[in-house]
């Protein structure tokens, strides 16, 4: 199947700072990626949608000045916390589809101290 | 809005026995998709559903799905250790858009 690699897999960042995490479609072309947000013990809640050439979609209640994403091309979509607080620490997982199925990358823990 | 729920949220079983997580849904689809998570990993894919009556076999889980009733169950033949884990379904509205997930069932096998 498709694969989606996510990077990094671990980030530790201190308060105030930005980071970056990069998720990439090896095999196939998506023009639209998801970025998932997962606290301990809980459900994936969706993010934002992320399509190639245009703005992201965001769901409501994320700020989007905060959850950045860029989708220049059509194997990479990136997302970065700005100005990250530890309330932003948690799992964060990107996905690609084809019409069948989704294909998750590997998560990115994110730890702000 | 589309709602998913599981039931159970949590599950604790003994190797060898059987059990079935449930997977509602409030509105009309016919593609449904079941993950498997380990903890600190990302999921798995475990089944995709793209149709009613749909069956699919894999090891000891059996998942199938019925979309007029707006279900889909996970079956779980003769549990061993190794399968626990959190399980999630998921929908979507149509192909190629977003999913919305179950709360996940955490399954736990006990010797």
């Known amino acids: 199947g498709a694969v989606v690699s996510q990077h990094p897999s671990r980030v530790i960042c201190k308060s105030g700072t930005s980071v970056k995490i990069e998720c990439r479609s090896l095999?196939?072309?998506?023009?639209?990626m998801f970025w998932y947000r997962q606290f301990p013990k809980q459900s994936l809640m969706l993010m934002a949608t992320?399509?190639?050439?245009?703005?992201?979609?965001?769901e409501q209640g994320v700020e989007k000045d905060k959850f950045l994403i860029n989708h220049a091309s059509l194997t990479l979509s990136t997302l970065t916390v700005t100005s990250a607080h530890p309330e932003d620490s948690s799992f964060y997982i990107c996905?690609?589809?084809?019409?069948?199925?989704?294909?998750f990358g590997q998560g990115t823990r994110l730890t702000v101290v | 809005e589309l709602k998913v729920e599981q039931n159970p949220l949590f599950l604790s079983m003994q190797e060898g026995k059987n059990y079935t997580i449930y997977c509602n849904y409030s509105?009309?689809?016919?593609?449904l998709y079941w993950y498997r998570q380990d903890p600190g990993k990302s999921l798995e894919s475990l089944f995709v559903?793209?149709?009613?009556?749909a069956v699919k076999q894999e090891g000891r889980l059996m998942a199938s799905l019925d979309t007029k009733a707006r279900l889909s169950t996970l079956h779980i033949t003769a549990a061993v250790h190794d399968l626990s884990a959190t399980y999630f379904c998921?929908?979507?509205?149509?192909?190629?858009?977003?999913?919305?997930f179950g709360e996940g069932t955490q399954l736990t096998v006990n010797p």
């Open positions: 095999d196939f072309q998506a023009t639209t």
């Open positions: 559903l793209l149709s009613n009556g």
């Open positions: 998921a929908v979507d509205m149509s192909r190629g858009s977003r999913l919305t």
């Open positions: 996905s690609a589809r084809d019409s069948h199925q989704a294909f």
């Open positions: 992320s399509n190639e050439g245009s703005k992201a979609t965001y």
């Open positions: 509105t009309t689809s016919d593609r």
